[in-house]
């Protein structure tokens, strides 16, 4: 792999997907070379689904890859780590890493109630609200402190998804830029005016 290849950017959603007016979405719609997981359950999400369409999808970029995760796509990247191994991850940003230890964890997700902890083998970035209604910010800081992650804490936003008011969300994308600079890559989303 050449760092001279382009960039390919892996969305991995959360629970029951990304909507239209989620960032996750119009990051999508505008990253070169960008493409999202494809599990088949994301309603009921199942563990090894979810991990295997994060492997589809790193195994078929033909180049280095940055996973952009939300929610329970963050516990699926470092799920995805702790059982695969790629020299193309060249970052990850982890946005609302969710509890999944919590007691009123929902039945739906209780396939991914005991993650691995191992730190990520490759720079990653958790970005966490104050106020997120499915991780406590000491429990999302735990979690990020056990996967490895430089921790990004933004204030009241909820769960940073379509309901936080975020558009498209350019501090995100800062992060996003953050890593790519440290793995010494131009950062390829440029506002203009």
Request: avoid cysteine.
């Given at each position: 792999?050449?760092?001279?290849?382009?960039?390919?950017?892996?969305?991995?959603?959360?629970?029951?997907?990304?909507?239209?007016?989620?960032?996750?979405?119009?990051?999508?719609?505008?990253?070169?070379?960008?493409?999202?997981?494809?599990?088949?359950?994301?309603?009921?999400?199942?563990?090894?689904?979810?991990?295997?369409?994060?492997?589809?999808?790193?195994?078929?970029?033909?180049?280095?890859?940055?996973?952009?995760?939300?929610?329970?796509?963050?516990?699926?990247?470092?799920?995805?780590a702790a059982?695969?191994?790629?020299?193309?991850?060249?970052?990850?940003?982890?946005?609302?890493?969710?509890?999944?230890?919590?007691?009123?964890?929902?039945?739906?997700?209780?396939?991914?109630?005991?993650?691995?902890?191992?730190?990520?083998?490759?720079?990653?970035?958790?970005?966490?609200?104050?106020?997120?209604?499915?991780?406590?910010?000491?429990?999302?800081?735990?979690?990020a402190?056990?996967?490895?992650?430089?921790?990004?804490?933004?204030?009241?936003?909820?769960?940073?998804?379509?309901?936080?008011?975020?558009?498209?969300?350019?501090?995100?994308?800062?992060?996003?830029?953050?890593?790519?600079?440290?793995?010494?890559?131009?950062?390829?989303?440029?506002?203009?005016?």
């Amino acid at each position: 792999m050449n760092t001279g290849d382009p960039i390919h950017y892996i969305i991995v959603p959360g629970f029951q997907n990304s909507g239209e007016t989620h960032w996750q979405t119009l990051w999508e719609s505008h990253l070169p070379n960008s493409r999202r997981t494809q599990p088949s359950s994301w309603n009921n999400p199942e563990h090894d689904d979810w991990v295997g369409a994060l492997e589809r999808e790193i195994s078929a970029a033909p180049g280095p890859v940055i996973l952009i995760a939300h929610s329970l796509g963050t516990i699926t990247v470092a799920e995805w780590a702790a059982e695969y191994r790629s020299d193309k991850i060249l970052g990850a940003l982890l946005v609302a890493i969710p509890d999944v230890q919590r007691p009123d964890l929902p039945a739906a997700i209780q396939g991914f109630s005991n993650p691995k902890f191992k730190p990520l083998p490759f720079p990653s970035i958790a970005v966490l609200s104050s106020n997120d209604p499915y991780s406590a910010l000491p429990r999302g800081r735990l979690f990020a402190q056990r996967f490895g992650a430089q921790v990004e804490e933004i204030g009241t936003y909820g769960h940073i998804n379509h309901e936080s008011g975020l558009g498209e969300w350019g501090d995100g994308l800062k992060w996003l830029d953050h890593l790519l600079l440290t793995s010494n890559q131009e950062p390829v989303w440029k506002k203009t005016g």
